[in-house]
């Protein structure tokens, strides 16, 4: 009977059984922490419950989109990119609101009887009275019906026209924009509707560059009743923001836009020939 001795490969001096080499390799060699068969005893599952894990594991994702993105020689996406980097014309147009805030709170030192400047109020409601829609409207029907030639009905037809045009455009802007008025405003101001309660644009100023630009283009007027047109146009635009009830903003584009409408009055004006066939029609 062999003795058990002569069985031990080890001492026999034999080739070594297979199982034995892997166990004298593994504790002679550092074990490869990145090999999937080290990965997969520490985890202690199967390989494929192992790669699912992978797959859906989130900081591999992300390892996974910076390798790609690093190896390929690309920067961040360009969706962190747009929120690192805001815009320009946002910051400008933020910029742009907190200074016509900020001038237009300075500027109002007329909105009521204790303000630096309340005893001018008086003075700048005057001006306001002055530019406002109802006496413009009923000033330029009564010169249409009261005047004797055709030129001057001509020109007075298309005033009428223009301050209709006017209202028209400035409560559709109004009731699309929706901006409230400055906070320091007190709401006594005369003969007020449901768009009134918006401020932007000033409809006092778009009503004052048109009537001023269509008074200087069409009516003979001397050089210091000019010179007083064009005072008032000012006066208009300033003292909206002196009484608190427009922002600077606000008078600016009222100015713009009134200019632009006197063009667009020019482009539809209407000529003597129009102008018969329409009084002929009322006759």
């Not at 007027?221 to 064009?230: I, K």
């Not at 208009?236 to 584009?253: A, E, I």
């Amino acid at each position: 009977m062999p003795s058990p001795k002569a069985k031990n490969p080890s001492r026999s001096g034999g080739s070594p059984v297979l199982g034995s080499s892997y166990e004298f390799m593994s504790l002679n060699k550092p074990l490869n922490r990145s090999s999937p068969s080290h990965l997969l005893q520490r985890q202690g599952s199967d390989p494929t419950t192992a790669r699912l894990r992978a797959s859906e594991s989130p900081t591999r994702r992300r390892g996974s989109s910076s390798s790609t993105g690093s190896a390929s020689g690309q920067g961040p996406p360009e969706e962190d990119g747009i929120r690192l980097n805001p815009s320009l014309v946002r910051v400008a147009l933020s910029s742009l609101l907190a200074i016509d805030l900020w001038l237009s709170k300075r500027l109002g030192v007329c909105a009521c009887e204790d303000s630096s400047w309340g005893s001018v109020r008086p003075l700048m409601k005057l001006l306001e009275i002055s530019g406002h829609g109802i006496p413009w409207l009923a000033g330029a029907a009564y010169s249409l019906f009261k005047s004797d030639s055709a030129a001057g009905q001509e020109v007075m037809l298309n005033l009428l026209m223009g301050l209709l045009l006017d209202i028209i455009l400035i409560s559709v802007v109004k009731a699309v924009v929706r901006r409230r008025r400055p906070a320091h405003n007190r709401m006594d101001m005369f003969a007020t509707f449901s768009v009134d309660r918006y401020s932007f644009p000033s409809g006092h100023a778009t009503r004052a560059a048109l009537c001023g630009r269509f008074l200087l283009a069409h009516l003979v007027l001397a050089a210091p009743l000019r010179v007083f047109v064009v005072l008032w146009v000012g006066l208009v635009g300033l003292s909206r923001v002196m009484l608190g009830r427009h922002h600077v903003t606000d008078v600016l584009f009222g100015f713009w836009m009134g200019y632009c409408q006197y063009n667009l009055v020019e482009m539809l004006w209407l000529s003597p020939q129009t102008l018969q066939g329409l009084l002929g029609q009322w006759v």
